[in-house]
C-alpha cells in the first residue's frame, strides 16, 4: 500500500512539475516586450483554468490517499484486536 501511494505521489509531482515548467514557460514570454495584450488575457484565463484543473486534481489526489490510510488503519486496528485474541487463546492453552 506504502509502495501504491508512493507511486501516485510521484506520478503527481511529475506531472504537477510539467504543468508548472509549461506555466513557467508562459510568465516568462507573457513579459517579454512587444507582445499582445490580447494574447496575454488569453493564456491569463488558460493559466488560471490549468491552475484550477491542477488543484481540483490535487485534491482528489489527496482525498484518495487519506481515504486508504484510513482504511490501512482500520486494517491494522483490527489485525491488532486479532492478534491480542490468538495471544490471549495461546496462554490459555499453555495454562
Not at 491569463?44 to 482504511?71: C, H, M, P, Y
Request: with cysteine; hydrophobic share 25%; aromatic share 6%.
Amino acid at each position: 500500500e506504502a509502495e501504491r501511494q508512493h507511486l501516485l505521489i510521484s506520478q503527481w509531482e511529475s506531472k504537477n512539475n510539467k504543468l508548472y515548467k509549461s506555466t513557467h514557460r508562459n510568465t516568462t514570454q507573457r513579459w517579454r516586450p512587444n507582445t499582445s495584450p490580447d494574447l496575454d488575457l488569453d493564456r491569463d484565463l488558460s493559466d488560471a483554468e490549468t491552475s484550477d484543473e491542477v488543484l481540483q486534481q490535487a485534491w482528489a489526489e489527496l482525498n484518495f490517499i487519506e481515504k486508504g490510510r484510513e482504511r490501512c488503519l482500520e486494517m491494522r486496528e483490527k489485525t491488532e484486536k486479532e492478534l491480542e485474541k490468538v495471544r490471549q487463546r495461546g496462554a490459555e492453552l499453555e495454562d
